[in-house]
């Protein structure tokens, strides 16, 4: 069973692979490669790269935080009070998500 805390850390995780400059933030490139990861097309990237920025960039400064990202990431997940996910489909997508990212995701 994955606990949100093991989420969290696996995200934080893959926020320090993705954050190549180690700036603590996501710019556009490292964005972009972040989504190309998951399985978006070349061609949509620009796309997905702006509904990420306006859904995840909560404070609007042009770039995604770490804490922003994890967020993003879990969403509004429902947490049992032993730690672990109620919503046992997210748990699964999550795993895949995770999976996805290749070795970023075994950190």
């Known amino acids: ?9 696996r995200i934080d995780r893959t926020f320090t692979c993705l954050d190549v400059d180690g700036s ?5 490139s490292e964005g972009k490669r972040f ?15 702006a509904d990420l920025m306006r859904v ?4 609007k400064d042009g770039k995604i935080s770490k ?4 967020k993003y990431v879990m969403g509004d997940v429902e947490v049992a009070s032993d ?10 997508e999550l795993k895949h998500q995770v999976m996805m990212y290749g070795p970023a995701g075994r950190l």
């Open 1 to 9: 069973m994955v606990t949100e805390h093991d989420a969290n850390t």
């Open 24 to 28: 603590g933030y996501l710019d556009e």
């Open 35 to 49: 989504l190309g990861a998951v399985g978006c097309e070349e061609a949509e990237l620009d796309y997905y790269w």
């Open 56 to 59: 995840a960039d909560t404070n």
């Open 67 to 70: 804490e922003e990202f994890v």
């Open 83 to 92: 730690g672990s996910f109620v919503d046992l489909e997210f748990e699964k």
